[in-house]
């Protein structure tokens, strides 16, 4: 503490009364709290890094999953070409022989982010490659995201709750999940973006202030640019003006706040190609249109009532104004829905709403693993304690009501209910859950101590330091219980404890389950050492080196990023999934005898086609297990596929007792060629699918239009070269 | 019915009559708002004659004229010495608030109008 005087000469010169000669060496309790604050919101930035880093530590610094290698390909293509490329591009190496206009269809924020971060660092002679700048823009996002935390709780609660937010979020495993190092994914930004526009528009209905509306209109333009989730804001936000103004907390700073941010907001979420008229066309951004003109027309309302000062005429008016207001409102909105020029809830959205449509209607959206219902395993894992601090953020909020807490909680709550309807939107809940969770901590936590710094006797409280006359009066006044301090301290150990085991299971949770790369394996060998499977990446650099450079290769959707990526070769169909008759196409071929798929890929030009099989290493989510989704997603459009006939009794089997169907289709060949000699278990006969767990039924394949051109060193990826068709004669 | 008519006609005084009270600034202002959305009515009938082609152009001019309407209301709440809540507001910086809004609004639409 004796360098203050050195380090700060200015206020001792400038101000001298105000620090008594005995206190200048020491920081006053407001710098003090500033240092403790400032400090903890530095380690807490510092930590949200790190704890996303084990994969890169374990592995290497490589891009995860599928999504991410698209992301990747694009800003590779971003920093070499320039914007305007990127912007115009179409491409022709996916979906051949359709192509793809890749600048229209995708959302430039997460990839403009990284190559501006790039350009940033090359600028001041950082020469750093951009694979890197993309593995650790999540987690670097992830940290932005804990500061934007803390000021938002500092606008609903105070700057304690603000502290626990951050802390809170930094390691929350639901937020983690998707923005690892390595995760290189839209949702890593746009987490960021959702909690920056929300907390500017609360500052703005806190404030009624134009210029914080337009900061929020800017976060929302961010927000759109990263993510199809804005969709959520869009509807959130009339949907809190709506509450305010059926509860009657409506004033004019909300009327400032929410005009400006959507009209602004909307004109630039329209700069968005992929975005386009959606604003003004699709019913999903109706509510928002709605409530714009339900606010106008609100407003007036209240202006006329104030200047007419009257009562009855003011009725008189309110009754004609409303009978025309709501006639051209429904009238508007039923031409509209009618004619079909606002487009109804597109399956994607409408399958939230209605969680069974998908099922029957769209296989596709079905199929994804993440738009699963969620289980309760799934949320004790990504909140564990913020489950139950919840509901009592949530009592907290309704006991001190007001602009900004009834946002967090509407936020909260319908956060929430998607979570529970679909996994991936755990995401979307995790901030509100670790919001409302720190008031609950942060109000309990100050009660407790306020307790126990009840006795003004001995200076040894915990927590900040408060001066001692205070003190002095609050224990005059509570003196009401025995052992209340002793209550209070073991309620504050508690508590400690409870946050102490949160901090332990995200770690564990983060190292365990979050940080798998997905396309390098690990397990265990026979002696407990490490053993990497690195097959993919294997494959998809076989294919880059070997084959012809427009070469065609089919595949199955998942991996059509990836080969595009790593492999440099047009694929098929990729994970992009835009046109169903195309996946379904290769759905048919994957499913039928050989030379009924030899004429489906002849036409579609394919040279190479890729299967991923697990049955050497037991690695289960291989093609044969996805192989009943290609049938269903072929099916849907070729009625010629049925689901039935490769099942037996209903039951999906490959060993002897399979559909004749099965044990012929083109997917059975690839996958199991060969396979009948080898033995993969000790014990097993050859032929064991260690997946499966059963003996295959058809062990003799032979294959008449294709021949096997690669086969990974652990079996996992195979690739098969197409022939071209017999001479006639 | 000639009770409504009366009614009607008493309306439109007082409301006249209030509406004279309101300070020059604040009218100015409300004749802005009214200019402004009386040129996306014209642009909205024009569409109607001539079809939406550019949709975009039609839709960067509509939102243009409803866009400032909309901040110049905004203006008009924070300047307007009877509200309570903007009382420490200075109207300086209302108004560079609005400028700044309104440029914005207006870079954007000029991307945006093609």
């Not at chain 1, 039935?644 to 009794?649: G, H």
């Not at chain 2, 009366?6 to 004749?31: C, E, G, W």
Request: glycine content about 6%.
């Amino acid at each position: 503490m004796g360098a203050t005087s050195v380090a700060s000469p200015a206020p001792l010169n400038s101000a001298p009364s105000s620090f008594p000669s005995l206190k200048a060496l020491k920081f006053t309790t407001k710098q003090q709290e500033l240092l403790i604050r400032v400090s903890a919101l530095a380690l807490i930035y510092v930590l949200a890094f790190v704890v996303r880093l084990f994969s890169v530590l374990r592995y290497e610094s490589m891009i995860h999953e599928f999504d991410p290698y698209f992301n990747y390909r694009t800003t590779l293509f971003l920093t070499k070409n320039g914007f305007s490329e990127f912007w115009n591009w179409f491409d022709s190496e996916s979906w051949y022989p359709l192509g793809r206009i890749i600048g229209g269809t995708l959302y430039p924020g997460l990839m403009v982010t990284a190559a501006l971060i790039h350009r940033i660092l090359h600028f001041f002679s950082f020469a750093v490659h951009i694979r890197e700048v993309c593995v650790l823009t999540a987690p670097f996002f992830a940290s932005n995201t804990t500061l934007v935390a803390y000021f938002f709780g500092k606008e609903i609660w105070d700057s304690g709750a603000g502290l626990v937010a951050a802390a809170l979020i930094a390691i929350c495993p639901g937020y983690i999940s998707r923005s690892v190092a390595g995760s290189y994914d839209n949702e890593g930004v746009a987490i960021f973006a959702l909690l920056l526009t929300f907390y500017l528009f609360v500052k703005a209905v806190n404030t009624g202030s134009l210029a914080w509306s337009l900061a929020s209109a800017f976060g929302y333009f961010y927000m759109v640019s990263a993510w199809g989730g804005y969709v959520f804001i869009i509807n959130l936000v009339p949907l809190y003006v709506l509450v305010l103004l059926v509860t009657g907390r409506y004033s004019m700073r909300l009327y400032v706040a929410y005009n400006c941010m959507y009209v602004v907001g909307m004109l630039l979420a329209m700069q968005i190609r992929f975005v386009g008229f959606q604003h003004v066309q699709s019913g999903e951004h109706m509510a928002a249109m709605g409530v714009f003109f339900l606010l106008q027309v609100f407003y007036f309302l209240d202006w006329v009532k104030y200047i007419l000062n009257d009562i009855k005429l003011f009725h008189s008016f309110l009754r004609i104004t409303l009978t025309c207001a709501i006639t051209v409102g429904v009238l508007a909105l039923s031409i509209g829905t009618a004619s079909g020029y606002i487009s109804p809830w597109t399956g994607r959205f409408y399958s939230l709403l209605d969680p069974t449509y998908a099922k029957d209607h769209i296989p596709i959206i079905a199929s994804v693993s993440e738009h699963q219902p969620t289980a309760w395993s799934s949320f004790m894992f990504d909140f564990h304690i913020l489950l139950f601090l919840f509901p009592a953020g949530l009592y907290f909020c309704f006991k001190r009501l007001s602009d900004a807490t009834i946002f967090v909680v509407m936020y909260g709550l319908t956060s929430m209910y998607f979570a529970g309807v679909m996994v991936r939107l755990i995401l979307v809940a995790a901030p509100a859950m670790c919001l409302v969770s720190s008031i609950a901590v942060s109000a309990t936590v100050k009660n407790l101590s306020s307790l126990v710094r009840a006795k003004s006797k001995s200076p040894q409280g915990s927590g900040k330091p408060l001066s001692g006359s205070k003190a002095a009066a609050k224990a005059s006044a509570d003196q009401s219980l025995p052992f209340q301090k002793n209550g209070a301290i073991a309620l504050l150990l508690g508590a400690l404890y409870l946050l102490c085991r949160y901090a332990i299971h995200c770690t564990w949770v983060t190292s365990e389950a979050y940080s798998s790369p997905s396309i390098v394996l690990a397990a265990r060998g026979h002696g407990g050492g490490r053993v990497i499977f690195d097959d993919y990446r294997e494959a998809y650099y076989w294919l880059r080196q070997n084959t012809p450079p427009d070469a065609k290769v089919m595949s199955w959707w998942d991996y059509g990023y990836q080969i595009t990526a790593m492999g440099n070769r047009t694929v098929i169909v990729d994970n992009n999934t835009w046109n169903n008759t195309h996946i379904a196409t290769v759905g048919r071929a994957m499913s039928s005898y050989e030379h009924e798929a030899y004429e489906i890929m002849l036409s579609l030009d394919v040279n190479y086609v890729l299967v991923v099989f697990g049955g050497v290493t037991g690695y289960s989510s291989d093609d044969i297990n996805k192989f009943l989704w290609m049938v269903r997603i072929g099916g849907g459009v070729f009625p010629v596929i049925k689901e039935p006939d490769y099942l037996v009794n209903g039951e999906f089997r490959v060993d002897k007792g399979a559909a004749p169907k099965m044990l012929n289709c083109l997917m059975y060949k690839l996958c199991y060629y060969r396979f009948g000699e080898m033995t993969t278990e000790y014990g097993k006969p050859p032929g064991y699918d260690r997946v499966r767990g059963v003996e295959i039924g058809n062990k003799d394949i032979k294959l008449e239009y294709l021949e096997e051109a690669f086969t990974t060193s652990n079996w996992i990826v195979r690739i098969y070269k197409v022939k071209p068709p017999k001479n006639r004669w | 019915m000639a009770k409504g008519t009366n009614d009607a006609q008493l309306l439109v005084q007082s409301l006249r009559k209030a509406y004279a009270a309101t300070p020059t600034s604040l009218k100015i202002i409300d004749l802005y708002v009214v200019y402004a959305v009386a040129t996306a009515l014209i642009q909205v009938a024009y569409m109607a004659m001539v079809g939406s082609f550019p949709f975009n152009s039609f839709l960067s001019g509509v939102l243009s004229c409803v866009g400032t309407a909309v901040l110049a209301v905004c203006l008009r709440i924070q300047v307007n010495k009877d509200n309570k809540e903007f009382k420490d507001l200075p109207p300086e910086r209302a108004f560079a608030d609005f400028v700044l809004c309104n440029l914005v609004l207006h870079l954007v639409i000029m991307n945006f109008l093609g």
